[in-house]
C-alpha cells in the first residue's frame, strides 16, 4: 500500500487530501484545499493563495488516474463543488460520500451538500452513501464508519471514517474528528485496529473559543491511547497544525509514541518536504510583504466569504 498526502496545513493549505493506491485500486479522499476567510483579521496573503494554487493542480492531477473518489463530509477543505478543482474529476469514477441527509448540521444538509450533488449529477460512474459500509477492490477494503461527531461539538456537523485494507497494512483517515476527544470517536478506530492513522488533532488554535480546556485534554488523552493500541505510523496534521505552538500541544502523543516504536509526524515530514504553516504565521507574511493577494478563481472568492 502506498500512502500520499497531497495537501495538509504542514504544506501550506486547508486540506486533508490524501491519496492511496494499493495492487487493486487508486483511492482519493477529499479532493480540495482552502484557505482560513481571516486569521489575526487577516485575510489570505498572496504566498498562501499561490500555495493554493499549486496543490490544487497536484490533486487534480492524481484525482484524473484515481479509480475511486472518497468525500467524508461537506465542509469546503474536504469537498469542492467546482470553485477551485475542476468537476471533471469524478467522470467515470465511483465516489463514495458521506450521507447527505442523515446525521448532517443545516448548513451542510440544506446548501453545501445540494449544492455539491447538483454540480456532479450524471458525472460520477457511481455514486454510494458510504456511512457504515463496507467495500470491496478486488482484494482491498474500504470500510466507512458510521456518522460521528465533527469533534466535540455536534453544531459542526458529522463525518464518517474510512479505513482501507490491503493484504498488507490497514490506514485509517479520521476526517475531522478534532483530535478524537470523544470515545464515540476512538471505537471504529478499535475495532478495524489500523497500523497507519491519518488524524487531524485538536483544534487548539481556537482554545477557550471552539475548544474547552477539558475537552483538549481529553482528545490528546485518547489520541495516546490509540498509539497503544499497536500503531507504527500516525500523520497528525490538519486542525493541529492552524496552531504554531503544535509541537508542545501533541508533546504528550509523541512522547508515548516514541516509547513503544510508533513515528508520529506531520504530512510534511513524512513526505520529507520543508513544514510550511503558512497561516499559523499569517501575521508573520504581512509584516514582510503588505501586497493583497490576487484572488485567482471566481469560486475560491466565495468560498472564502462562506467560510470552510
Do not use: W
Request: hydrophobic share 40%; proline share 6%; glycine share 6%.
Amino acid at each position: 500500500m502506498d500512502i500520499k498526502p497531497l495537501a495538509f496545513e504542514s504544506l501550506g493549505v486547508r486540506s486533508q487530501a490524501t491519496l492511496v493506491e494499493t495492487k487493486d485500486v487508486r483511492i482519493l479522499i477529499d479532493p480540495a484545499v482552502s484557505l482560513a476567510p481571516r486569521r489575526y483579521g487577516l485575510p489570505p496573503h498572496q504566498i498562501e493563495v499561490d500555495r493554493l494554487k499549486e496543490l490544487a493542480k497536484s490533486i487534480y492531477k492524481e484525482a484524473k488516474s484515481a479509480d475511486v473518489i472518497i468525500i467524508t463530509h461537506y465542509h469546503y477543505d474536504h469537498h469542492d463543488p467546482g470553485y477551485i478543482i475542476p468537476l471533471d474529476i469524478y467522470s467515470g469514477k465511483t465516489l463514495y460520500i458521506k450521507d447527505p441527509i442523515n446525521f448532517i448540521n443545516p448548513s451542510q444538509r440544506f446548501k453545501r451538500a445540494p449544492r455539491f450533488m447538483n454540480a456532479i449529477k450524471g458525472i460520477p460512474k457511481v455514486i454510494d452513501v458510504a456511512d457504515g459500509k463496507v467495500f470491496k477492490h478486488g482484494y482491498t477494503t474500504i470500510q466507512f464508519s458510521h456518522a460521528v461527531p465533527h469533534g466535540a461539538d455536534e453544531r459542526l456537523g458529522y463525518v464518517v471514517q474510512v479505513a482501507i485494507k490491503d493484504n498488507d497494512s490497514t490506514v485509517l483517515f479520521t476526517s475531522d474528528i478534532e483530535g478524537m476527544p470523544k470515545h464515540l470517536h476512538m471505537e471504529f478506530t478499535k475495532s478495524v485496529r489500523p497500523n497507519f492513522l491519518i488524524i487531524d488533532g485538536p483544534l487548539s488554535y481556537l482554545l477557550g473559543k471552539a475548544l474547552s480546556e477539558k475537552n483538549l485534554e481529553e482528545g490528546i488523552k485518547n489520541m495516546e491511547d490509540i498509539v497503544k493500541e499497536g500503531l507504527e505510523y500516525a500523520i497528525i496534521d490538519h486542525h493541529v497544525l492552524r496552531d504554531i505552538n503544535y509541537e508542545s500541544v501533541l508533546k504528550p502523543v509523541k512522547e508515548t509514541a516514541k516509547s513503544i516504536g510508533c513515528k508520529v509526524i506531520t504530512a510534511a515530514e513524512y513526505l520529507n518536504e520543508p513544514i510550511q504553516l503558512l497561516e499559523a504565521r499569517r501575521r508573520e507574511l504581512f509584516e514582510k510583504d503588505k501586497r493583497p493577494a490576487k484572488i485567482p478563481y471566481k469560486g475560491l472568492a466565495e468560498l472564502l466569504s462562506e467560510g470552510v
